[in-house]
């Protein structure tokens, strides 16, 4: 028998934008795995597993209770944004700590979040719901335009768009309710007040109801009308950390959130954080792994350790910054080319990883037909000293890296 704590990881994602994660709970914890499909890429890391529907709660409940008969559970974890309910519910019938299910659907759903940030003056957005183009109409007459319109329950910026006219509405609309028809939970549209400045995002976490911020993300989107991200930067000793750490931790709390890692986005209005969303789990596009890369803390073992009711160790153990950029190409279309200059990349030292998502001959689609899932080709990480020269080293390798559709000019 290990002397080892275990913990159970519902839905571990994929290898490439999740592998990290599994990787380092693996490292300190025995884990079992409740997945959607049998492993393949995850079996290094795990002990035991049980296959199941995920988008089935009772076959998920099924699973999990199956998994405790054979395991002594420590606790159960996840960082994927589909399954932060159910294994909520999860935790709650296997009698393991978690935040609650309510907390949990608080936070999935961008409407009720935002009544809970107004009734604890946390500054956020102007928002209406909107069944209709009717009532999408009438609620830009209230806020005004430029508006976003959005999924209510989704992720991954699908869905959402400016509008910066009248006449660009029904489009949006339907642009928007598209987005939120694939939602599992709340298939509404949201109509909200455009917050104009520059996004972030901070990395927070929770242990008995006082809220921790290591780090904070400055992120880089599309042109507009549309929000898909472009690229990340994390750098340890960020003085924007300080700015937004209290609207990140008065956010967390207005949601009712007592345990776990959040990932908190925000704009600056003016120099002043006004709230965009909190996700109850490690931020996407691997920034986990740059704050990593830049402080040392391993928030995938946070997650973990607080799902097991340990005390987490927030410690950073070096000083210094990453970034990530996607790759995307010019514009839709059949990729025809993708290659990075092999010795330029072979005694680079800083350009820590370059990873490839799709292969010749695929296609790719950027909004308004495709979605980040879509649309990237690949992305590459760099490490730097402060934010400056992991900037202008991400610029030099993006001269080493080439991406082109059939359709580019």
């Not at 699973?63 to 944004?81: K, Q």
């Not at 604890?120 to 209709?132: E, Y």
Request: net charge negative; hydrophobic share 45%.
């Amino acid at each position: 028998m290990s002397a080892r704590p275990l913990v159970l990881v519902v839905s571990p994602g994929d290898e490439t934008y999740r592998g990290y994660c599994l990787e380092q709970v693996a490292a300190e914890y025995d884990v079992v795995l409740l997945t959607g499909a049998e492993p393949s890429w995850e079996k290094p890391f795990i002990v035991d597993h049980a296959v199941a529907d995920l988008s089935d709660h009772a076959a998920l409940l099924a699973a999990g209770r199956a998994l405790s008969e054979r395991h002594d559970l420590d606790g159960v974890v996840t960082w994927d944004e589909w399954h932060l309910v159910p294994t909520a519910r999860l935790a709650r019938a296997l009698g393991l700590s978690s935040t609650s299910v309510e907390v949990m659907r608080a936070c999935r759903n961008k409407a009720t979040a935002r009544t809970l940030f107004a009734r604890h003056g946390v500054l956020s957005a102007a928002s209406m719901k909107a069944r209709t183009l009717l009532e999408a109409g009438l609620a830009t007459m209230t806020l005004g335009y430029p508006a976003v319109i959005k999924p209510a329950a989704f992720a991954g910026s699908i869905g959402v768009i400016r509008v910066d006219r009248p006449e660009e509405l029904p489009a949006a609309f339907a642009f928007a309710s598209a987005g939120a028809s694939r939602s599992r939970e709340d298939t509404g549209v949201l109509v909200e007040e455009y917050l104009d400045g520059p996004e972030v995002s901070v990395e927070c976490v929770t242990h008995r109801g006082a809220t921790t911020a290591v780090a904070v993300t400055r992120k880089h989107l599309g042109p507009a009308p549309y929000f898909y991200e472009t690229g990340h930067t994390v750098d340890a000793t960020d003085p924007l950390l300080a700015q937004v750490a209290p609207a990140a931790a008065a956010a967390v709390k207005a949601l009712g959130i007592t345990d776990g890692v959040q990932h908190v986005e925000l704009r600056l209005v003016d120099g002043r954080p006004r709230l965009i969303e909190v996700n109850a789990r490690i931020g996407g596009d691997m920034i986990g792994h740059l704050v990593r890369l830049a402080t040392g803390i391993d928030l995938p073992k946070v997650a973990a350790d607080l799902a097991c009711g340990r005390e987490p160790d927030l410690t950073s153990s070096c000083s210094g910054a990453a970034g990530i950029r996607m790759l995307y190409s010019d514009a839709s279309g059949t990729l025809t080319a993708r290659h990075v200059n092999q010795p330029f990349a072979a005694h680079t030292p800083w350009l820590r990883q370059i990873q490839w998502i799709r292969e010749i001959g695929e296609q790719l689609l950027l909004p308004p037909d495709g979605d980040l899932f879509t649309a990237r080709a690949g992305f590459y990480i760099v490490t730097g000293r402060n934010t400056a020269e992991v900037t202008e080293r991400l610029d030099t390798a993006a001269d080493e890296i080439t991406v082109a559709t059939g359709t580019d000019r």
